[in-house]
């Protein structure tokens, strides 16, 4: 269950608190993007079974993996790509945490 909180603390409140505090002038549309990060998770549709709750993510799912990592990477030097880049390492770095507490 603590894991459970963790896990989506992580994943919901902690980009608010990004949003607001990096970007205080635009945080709405900075927390919207990683919000949007979580459709990462639909590479977890194509894994059987869908939902392991001890399977890390992190090298299993293509989204989730080394290639993926290093694009969400390049994307923090375009200006344009910043944010959504930021947002999808965000949601990448929750998922490893929550590895780290399987």
Not at 18 to 31: E, N, S, T
Not at 38 to 53: S, V
Not at 64 to 86: C, E, F, Q
Request: hydrophobic content about 55%.
């Amino acid at each position: 269950m603590l894991r459970t909180v963790i896990h989506y603390g992580l994943h919901f409140i902690i980009p608010l608190g990004i949003a607001f505090i990096l970007f205080p002038k635009q945080w709405k549309k900075v927390y919207l993007v990683f919000l949007g990060a979580m459709f990462i998770d639909l590479d977890h549709l194509l894994a059987n079974p869908i939902f392991d709750p001890n399977r890390c993510s992190i090298g299993f799912h293509f989204l989730h993996s080394v290639p993926a990592i290093i694009m969400y990477l390049i994307m923090l030097i375009p200006k344009n790509t910043r944010v959504i880049g930021l947002a999808l390492l965000w949601h990448i770095i929750t998922d490893y945490i929550d590895c780290l507490m399987i």
